[in-house]
């Protein structure tokens, strides 16, 4: 028996406990929708204790792969319910883009079981930390709880790299992440004691104009990233798609250890084309429609998809024959397309570094004005 199980289960079973006593407590207070959504997440948790506990007591055989599926389930509701408490607070609608792309990304890599699991991880982390970097911006009340579910998110996402990268027992690492992510409940359950659900709408204490530099740095990262694992699963969900189109006899998505592809069997070569320009082209639809019928934000993150797609359809044009030098002008202008649309999120940020950190705002005349600190 494996006394790793035993110390998991009972990890788990604790978040699991700590989350009803909290719902309890909450009840019959302004607070108990947001008890009431962590109380779905021990319900999750509670899953995954009792499994770990038969798995101890052998009642049950380990299955890396069952736990696996258990586990990237799981972090999708913990996402979601995170995402809606947030929403709670903020009433932020730009975080239903997040939202939005996110649903896609998980709906674009859900026709490959083993792709699905490992991406679904990491994608879940990147949306987490996304929405936990904006909840830090909301109040400096909640800020403990905000930057310690920053750094919850940012391990998160490190653990799972590895594991994608090294394949390693993600039974292992999920004990780590259940850690941080029972003390950044705890943290976030003693700042609700405390104060309020509404946020202060009283000015602000002033920002050091450094951390808020650095705070929407790492969301361009974060994002960044999580364009960029949308872009790759829309592109093979494209590739897959039109190989159901076409009837090709095998379709599967896979990771070789290098890069996500597709590998697909088709009868004749025409097929193999339809199939490749699949890939090629439904990223560039979605980014078009971004860009036609989205804000300023969404125009952002079509430039983005449309530099990731041009760099990633490189091995796509070298299998339809395409020249060298064709192969070498899309890298070129992709990584020019995602420079810009970089230098966008960066220019929206720095205004906001201004508003955030020095007490200014920018006007519709481009002219900037001091004024009080506003949310």
């Given amino acids: 028996m494996n006394l790793f199980f035993l110390i998991n289960g009972i990890l788990y079973f604790g978040i699991f406990l700590f989350f009803i006593l909290k719902f309890r407590k909450h009840y019959d207070s302004s607070t108990a929708k947001i008890a009431r959504a962590f109380s779905f997440i021990g319900i999750v948790y509670f899953f995954i204790s009792v499994s770990s506990i038969f798995w101890f007591f052998d009642l049950l055989k380990y299955s890396q792969n069952d736990f696996l599926f258990l586990y990237s389930l799981g972090m999708i509701i913990q996402s979601l319910i995170l995402f809606k408490v947030v929403y709670l607070f903020s009433k932020n609608k730009n975080l239903f883009y997040f939202l939005a792309f996110y649903l896609l990304i998980l709906f674009s890599l859900f026709f490959s079981i083993d792709t699905f699991l490992v991406l679904s991880l990491v994608a879940s982390s990147l949306f987490g930390l996304l929405v936990f970097i904006n909840f830090s911006f909301l109040d400096d009340k909640y800020k403990k709880a905000g930057y310690f579910g920053i750094l919850y998110f940012t391990i998160s996402i490190i653990l799972n790299v590895i594991l994608l990268v090294h394949q390693k ?3 292992n690492f999920s004990f780590i992440s259940g850690i941080f992510f029972l ?129 990633s359809i490189s091995r796509d044009l070298s299998d339809m024959g395409v020249s060298e030098n064709l192969v070498f002008f899309s890298i070129f202008v992709g990584v020019g397309i995602l420079i810009y649309g970089l230098y966008l999120l960066a220019k929206s940020k720095s205004e906001e570094t201004l508003y955030f950190g020095g007490n200014f705002k920018v006007s519709n005349s481009n002219k900037i004005h001091r004024e009080g600190y506003k949310i």
């Avoid at 990233?225 to 090709?248: D, M």
Wanted: glycine share 10%; aromatic share 20%; proline share 2%.
């Fill in 169 to 171: 027992n993600i039974y």
């Fill in 183 to 311: 003390v950044f409940s705890f943290l976030f359950f003693r700042d609700l004691g405390k104060y309020p659900l509404e946020i202060s709408s009283k000015p602000k204490k002033e920002k050091s104009y450094f951390f808020t530099l650095l705070g929407h740095l790492v969301f361009i990262i974060t994002l960044t990233n999580f364009v960029f694992i949308g872009t790759v699963g829309i592109h093979e969900f494209g590739h897959y798609s039109f190989s159901k189109l076409e009837n090709c006899e095998y379709q599967q998505i896979v990771y070789d250890g290098n890069f996500f592809h597709t590998e697909i069997l088709c009868e004749d070569s025409q097929g193999r084309l339809f199939v490749t320009l699949g890939g090629v082209i439904l990223p560039f639809i979605v980014a078009i429609l971004l860009f036609l019928i989205g804000g300023v934000f969404m125009k952002e993150i079509a430039f983005l998809i449309f530099g990731f797609n041009l760099i």
